[in-house]
């Protein structure tokens, strides 16, 4: 009987090795592909996750065909390193061209990127959400504007204030739509104050005043400057409730054809949904389209998950499992 079980055993075997799935992505080495960014933190006694909670939250990557050759180029945002533009070769290899394609980020502490062509030239540009820095000099918004392609090698100007688009309220993202259906594309700056007592239940300041408020700007075209210039809209436009923002996705909700605005916002902080009332205004109607919302929102994606033609809405959080664990991350 041995005998007889044994091969059985063996053929049982090869048959369900041979049936292994084989695995869908391929991991490809740094020094295969040439990509060797890192965005490494080091923390000390005064900066550490204790003193500043979104330490490694990350930076950002943006993918586009910077140079117009058909092949997607990366750009990795960088916290305390230097920020990275990385041309695609083909078949997996990069060539770093940061120096030469003139990309830096100044010392910015980076949170998101944005890819976008902000001046309609056909051309991809690049926009870098900053934070973190106490000098408001040192966390305004960055804007790489292509200047051009020439034998295959992209190069960018940094013009952010000729723009309009410094914003240094503790960006976190940026998000670029036509909100008013103009033609042209507006922009959504996402913001996270960390104040002193985040976790701190208190009435919600509605009046767009308080520094942890979203902005919303506006995009003209200016014929003298033959480039678009923006305009912070944020009060007049109905974007006025405070929160400690993380995600933004630009959805049509009520597919009316006119987009709206999902923000997930992190500790006791409400989610909005900013629906557009097609005059150039918004109203949060979060109340009535959800039952409710979670708190300690994180990121969140809008898609049709289950193909009915309706947007579903996907949103992380961080909410401790149990109250014991609630009470004790809770602020004295």
């Known amino acids: 009987m041995k005998s007889i079980h044994i091969p059985f055993i063996l053929i049982f075997c090869i048959f369900f090795y041979g049936c292994k799935t084989k695995s869908t992505f391929e991991l490809i080495p740094s020094e295969d592909s040439g990509i060797e960014f890192n965005n490494q933190i080091v923390d000390n006694d005064t900066l550490n996750i204790l003193t500043y909670e979104y330490l490694y939250n990350g930076s950002g990557v943006g993918l586009g065909d910077f140079n117009g050759d058909g092949l997607l180029d990366v750009f990795f945002s960088g916290s305390q390193v230097d920020s ?6 083909g078949d997996f290899k990069f060539s770093d061209i940061s120096k030469s394609a003139g990309i830096n980020t100044l010392g910015r502490w980076c949170s998101g990127v944005s890819v976008v062509d902000i001046n309609a030239d056909g051309l ?8 973190m820095k106490n000098a ?47 033609g042209d594309l507006d922009l959504y700056v996402l913001i996270d104050v960390i104040d002193q007592q985040p976790a701190l239940f208190r009435p919600k300041v509605t009046d767009g005043s308080y520094p942890n408020t979203d902005r919303l700007y506006r995009c003209d ?4 400057l033959k480039h678009p210039v923006y305009t912070n ?3 007049e436009a109905g974007i006025t409730i405070e929160g400690f923002g993380l995600g933004v996705a630009i959805c049509d909700i009520n597919q009316d054809n006119w987009p ?3 923000v997930t916002n992190d500790y006791v902080s409400d989610d909005l949904l900013y629906i557009n009332n097609k005059n150039g205004t918004f109203t949060d109607q979060s109340k009535n389209y959800f039952k409710h919302t979670s708190l ?3 990121g969140n994606e809008v898609g049709d998950v289950n193909n009915d033609g309706l947007a579903d809405i996907v949103a992380l959080d961080m909410l401790p499992k149990n109250t014991e664990r609630k009470k004790q991350l809770a602020p004295p």
């Open 84 to 89: 990275k533009l990385y041309l695609n070769q």
């Open 124 to 131: 991809l540009d690049i926009y870098v959400s900053t934070t």
């Open 136 to 182: 408001a000099k040192d966390r305004e918004n960055l804007l790489f504007v292509n200047q051009g392609v020439k034998n295959g090698m992209p190069t960018f100007k940094e013009m952010a204030t000729e723009y309009g688009v410094n914003d240094s309220g503790y960006s976190e993202h940026a998000a670029f739509f036509d909100y008013d259906r103009d």
């Open 221 to 224: 075209w200016s014929t003298d």
């Open 233 to 235: 809209v944020s009060k």
């Open 260 to 262: 709206d605005i999902y």
């Open 296 to 298: 300690t929102a994180m």
